[in-house]
């Protein structure tokens, strides 16, 4: 069986829980990339179809050797992005919802399994700097923030670009902590940075209009 008909074949495997999905989400639009070769996949609530499209709301930019270690559950999406043998351009937030459904079938995305930086490094340093829109808006833009959990600290600049690494910062604009479980649900689309800070569960410290202004960014990737 070829990458072609082992992505089609996991798509019309779930078709059920899809059409289900996209009640939430919308339709969704997703083009596979590797080695040359173009798989087109677009799930409504009337199924699961592989015809060529004009727009795409994700697209999934790999080998086909990786590829097919993430489709045999053999590695995770994270590991793949933070490797950079995987890119994926587009919205997170469909993505996610979509991934949530996938990893009850063995596609794994990583993220339980990961520590919160590489999760948030995932994130901010490779899907955030392959996404036009958001690059856009930080071109001109520099700040320093402090994210983390009871657990841990992740220090993100943005200078242009997204860079994520592990541990404090020496000055940060703003501090945001959450537990790691919201700030998965924060990128799954569940919450944002505005709600959870209004439910109590988010601490902010600092500049509080920097910190609205990392929540924009966030909300163009969701």
């Not at 992505?7 to 059920?16: Q, T």
């Not at 289900?20 to 179809?49: A, S, Y």
């Not at 709301?57 to 995770?76: C, D, V």
């Not at 940075?193 to 969701?222: C, H, P, R, S, Y």
Request: hydrophobic share 40%; charged share 30%; with cysteine.
């Amino acid at each position: 069986m070829d990458t072609k008909e082992k992505i089609e074949k996991v798509f019309k495997g779930i078709e059920g829980e899809l059409k289900d999905l996209t009640r939430e989400t919308g339709e969704l639009r997703i083009l596979f990339k590797f080695d040359g070769e173009q798989i087109f996949v677009k799930v409504n609530e009337g199924g699961v179809h592989f015809n060529s499209l004009k727009e795409v709301s994700n697209e999934i930019i790999s080998s086909r050797k990786a590829i097919e270690e993430l489709l045999n559950g053999e590695r995770a999406l994270i590991d793949l992005l933070r490797s950079k043998e995987l890119k994926v351009k587009g919205k997170l937030g469909n993505l996610m919802a979509l991934l949530k459904v996938l990893n009850k079938h063995g596609i794994r995305s990583g993220m339980e399994s990961s520590s919160l930086c590489q999760v948030l490094g995932a994130v901010f340093n490779n899907i955030c700097n392959e996404n036009e829109e958001v690059m856009k808006s930080v071109s001109k833009y520099k700040a320093v923030f402090e994210l983390g959990s009871n657990e841990e600290s992740c220090c993100l600049t943005i200078d242009s670009k997204f860079n994520l690494e592990s541990g404090k910062c020496l000055k940060p604009v703003a501090k945001i902590y959450t537990s790691k479980e919201t700030w998965e649900k924060i990128f799954n689309g569940e919450e944002n940075i505005g709600m959870v800070a209004m439910k109590g569960k988010v601490k902010i410290e600092g500049n509080l209009l920097q910190a609205f202004k990392l929540k924009t960014i966030i909300d163009k990737i969701i």
